[in-house]
């Protein structure tokens, strides 16, 4: 039963040789034992959950309350699949710090290598690290972006950012599957202890800030320096989360003339510009609230997610069908484990026994 938060500090230090190597070998077998049985894209659907991917850190013996279990564990799964990328169809890149900025070369390399479309895998990779870092400003700065693919194209994110003041870490994931569109709730999950509110701007209920944001692209920056001028000199509500003292119009010059000779279509393009960072979209949100009266959202993104649901009806109802699916997935797994018949009938016989508790 999962019962309590578990709260992620900040740890210092590496993990020791010893343990990094084992882990680094038993994530191997993991991710071949998971392909082998199911398929590369099952892999990406498993990493996306936040908790089977917590579980998976723990199974590889990491500091289960720690924020370096993300990052040791991406690594432990870069390093353990190295030299069987081909066989097992599924790719691993980034990772963190400097290395993350590599990400988009190491894609490319890939695909080059393999024929592989690289344009719609180098966006998304880079798509997902600017919504984290800009478009969602809930006071968690990205240092570690890890993306995974398979030979069809599919792919998973998982990065993480560090809260300078509380030093805990969130978590965001992404599936490729689940996102419809890049810059309105495009996350699988988002997982932390702690909800913090903050700017918003890929909430759904942005959508009307969205457009404004875009239109307000369209005017000269010159407009643009004037009407946040008269925003900065207005008095903003104490619970805003934007406060004015902090909006440094004349700094924003460059990325307004960017954001002109651009012209970008919708909110999307005007995300993925170079230089269009956090600051110029808090100034740009502010403006439009100014002129159009619209609103962004201050909703954390942060989402808490339960397996199965609860036989209570808390969160919500138990979904048959997922229960299903999880059990059958298990099944399929022992059956393809090499044990004796009876180990294996033993295994399966507890299954059924388990499934027939449920219906009960």
Not at 69 to 89: P, S
Not at 157 to 180: C, D, F, P
Not at 338 to 349: C, H, L, S, T
Request: include cysteine; aromatic fraction near 10%; glycine fraction near 8%.
């Amino acid at each position: 039963m999962r019962t309590g938060i578990a709260h992620l500090p900040l740890h210092g230090g590496k993990a020791p040789s010893w343990l990094f190597k084992r882990m680094r070998s038993l994530a191997k077998e993991i991710v071949l034992f998971i392909v082998d049985v199911h398929s590369s894209e099952e892999m990406l659907l498993r990493l996306s959950d936040p908790f089977w991917f917590q579980a998976f850190g723990c199974a590889l013996g990491f500091d289960w309350h720690s924020s370096g279990l993300t990052t040791t564990v991406c690594g432990a799964l870069k390093e353990g699949v190295k030299g069987m990328e081909k066989e097992l169809g599924f790719y691993i890149t980034g990772g963190k710090g400097k290395t993350s900025r590599k990400t988009p070369h190491e894609i490319k390399q890939i695909c080059d290598e393999r024929s592989i479309d690289e344009i719609a895998l180098t966006y998304a990779s880079r798509m997902a690290a600017k919504v984290d870092s800009a478009a969602v400003q809930d006071g968690y700065q990205i240092y570690h972006h890890s993306f995974f693919f398979t030979e069809k194209g599919s792919w998973a994110v998982i990065q993480q950012g560090m809260n300078e003041r509380t030093r805990y870490a969130r978590r965001y994931h992404w599936l490729s599957e689940g996102v419809k569109d890049f810059v309105c709730e495009p996350h699988w999950a988002v997982c932390c202890d702690q909800r913090n509110g903050g700017l918003n701007l890929v909430a759904l209920e942005s959508e009307e800030t969205r457009k404004a944001i875009t239109e307000l692209s369209h005017e000269t920056p010159e407009w643009l320096m004037r009407e946040g001028k008269k925003m900065t000199e207005l008095y903003l509500q104490a619970d805003h989360p934007i406060p004015g003292e902090k909006i440094r119009m004349e700094r924003l010059g460059k990325a307004f003339i960017q954001m002109y000779d651009h012209a970008p279509k919708n909110f999307e393009e005007l995300l993925g510009i170079q230089g269009v960072g956090p600051k110029t979209l808090h100034a740009l949100s502010l403006i439009s609230e100014l002129i159009y009266g619209v609103q962004s959202s201050l909703k954390d993104p942060t989402r808490f997610s339960f397996a199965h649901g609860g036989k209570d009806g808390h969160p919500y109802p138990v979904d048959r069908e997922v229960y299903d699916q999880t059990i059958e997935i298990l099944g399929r797994a022992v059956e393809k484990a090499r044990v004796g018949d009876r180990e294996k009938m033993e295994a399966i016989r507890r299954l059924r026994s388990f499934t027939e508790k449920i219906e009960a």
